[in-house]
């Protein structure tokens, strides 16, 4: 199964594992995952297309997911993996560009929802450093807020969902993801 893996100079961001890397048309060596797969415990987290805004970082690549696979609404969790290839669009400047489009696009949701002030604010305070992550996130939940007013209940939850899937198609314009 084809998925992403975002990584930080070659690195998993949450474990520090260095991942063998591609070698021209080669993908990278597999790394394998022991015991049961859970969730934030333990085995190898990737993101669909769909899923990528949640865990977007400095790299994205796309991997290959073997063995037993959990497909989770926040994630895919294998139990062995490899590098197939980086997305070299996915640099510093499309960082910033999605960043850009998130406080944008929160500007106009707090624009009929002034209380959203505050997250349009943390939205804004992420670009100087490039947080695309952080910037999905924030504008996903003012969307959510402006919605029902608080922040959880089915109404809340559907209008974070629909801004996240908003957020993957603009990413799926801009990077070659498959599927």
Request: net charge neutral; with cysteine; hydrophobic share 40%.
């Amino acid at each position: 199964m084809r998925a992403y893996k975002v990584l930080r100079e070659g690195r998993s961001i949450f474990t520090g594992l260095r991942w063998p890397l591609p070698d021209g048309d080669r993908p990278g060596g597999w790394v394998h995952a022991s015991g049961s797969l859970a969730l934030c415990t333990n085995g190898i987290h990737a993101a669909t297309g769909d899923q990528l805004p949640h865990w977007l970082g400095g790299e994205i690549w796309e991997i290959e997911l073997g063995g037993e696979i959990l497909e989770l609404d926040a994630a895919l969790i294998a139990s062995r993996a490899r590098l197939l290839r980086r997305l070299d669009a996915w640099n510093e400047e499309l960082r910033r560009e999605f960043a850009g489009r998130c406080l944008d696009r929160a500007r106009e949701l707090a624009g009929s929802y002034p209380a959203g002030a505050g997250l349009v604010d943390k939205v804004a305070h992420t670009i100087w450093w490039g947080g695309a992550a952080p910037a999905g996130y924030f504008t996903a939940m003012l969307a959510g807020e402006r919605a029902c007013g608080r922040h959880a209940g089915p109404d809340y939850d559907a209008a974070f969902a629909s801004e996240r899937a908003i957020q993957a198609q603009w990413l799926r314009e801009r990077l070659p993801l498959r599927g």
